[in-house]
């Protein structure tokens, strides 16, 4: 499963960078606002740290502007996937730039039945959110099965990227679902390196060695 940190903020994004484990990032529009910076200009700073997928959202609401505003998107960077709305001029605006070859992230994905759509417009990747729906008392989960689920019985390309993660057994539960991709805020990326077990062993396992190696003067 690939690992995408959900953020536009570049600190974040270079510390994930740096651990080597991150394939990619996703952004949308609420994200890029909270930084403060043109959206260009900032995907393409992203675009300068990571070498993988990078979503860019697009914010037309019809179609025709969509699919303008998609194709100077994708002129940003190679590695740019348009983010289109899982609405009616958002799948046609997917089925066009798909046609022209533009990769597509369609978002905003709650239903099994929307996710074919995506599949049906020839989305790249596809992304239900999973902890939006958990907030209203439905299983997010639940989609991201029903989704992979779909897929895998019509053969379809189409990515399922698990969005909207709050925690680490989100992130546990979308790769054993079969998800192909997790996105996940960077403070949920960290929690997933914890357990006291690690840090309570790896404190042991120093301390024998100092006290055999390092008080006795011995090399070790
Ligand atoms: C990612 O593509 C989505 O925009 C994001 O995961 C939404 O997460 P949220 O529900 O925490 O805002």
Redesign the pocket.
């Known amino acids: 499963m690939k690992i995408f940190l ?1 953020t536009a903020n570049l600190d974040e994004i270079r510390r994930g960078a740096e651990w080597g484990i991150v394939d990619g990032v ?1 952004t ?1 529009p ?2 890029i606002a909270k930084e403060g910076r043109p959206v260009e200009e900032q995907i393409r700073r992203i675009c300068e740290i990571i070498d993988g997928d990078i ?1 860019a959202e697009v914010v037309a609401v019809d179609a025709k502007e969509m699919i303008r505003e998609g194709r100077q998107l994708a002129k940003i960077h190679k590695n740019v996937v348009v ?1 289109l709305p899982l609405i009616r001029e958002g799948i046609k605006a997917c089925a066009a730039l798909s046609k022209e070859g533009i990769r597509t ?1 369609v ?1 905003l994905c709650f239903t099994p039945a929307q996710a074919l759509l995506a599949a049906k417009a020839g989305a790249y990747i596809v ?1 239900p ?1 999973v ?2 729906l958990d907030d209203i008392a439905t299983s997010g989960m639940d989609l991201i099965r029903n989704i992979c689920a779909i897929y895998k019985n019509y053969g379809f390309t189409t990515q399922v ?1 698990a ?4 925690h680490p057994i989100h992130v546990t539960e979308s790769a054993l679902a079969g998800a192909h991709i997790a ?1 996940m ?1 960077f403070k949920v990326l960290d929690q997933l390196f914890n357990h006291p077990l690690t840090d309570k062993g790896l404190e042991q396992f120093l301390k024998d060695h100092a006290k055999v190696f390092q008080e006795s003067g011995a090399v070790g």
């Open positions: 959900d996703t949308n609420s994200l979503s983010k992230n978002t992304s959110f902890g939006r990227l969005a909207s993660l709050r996105t805020p």
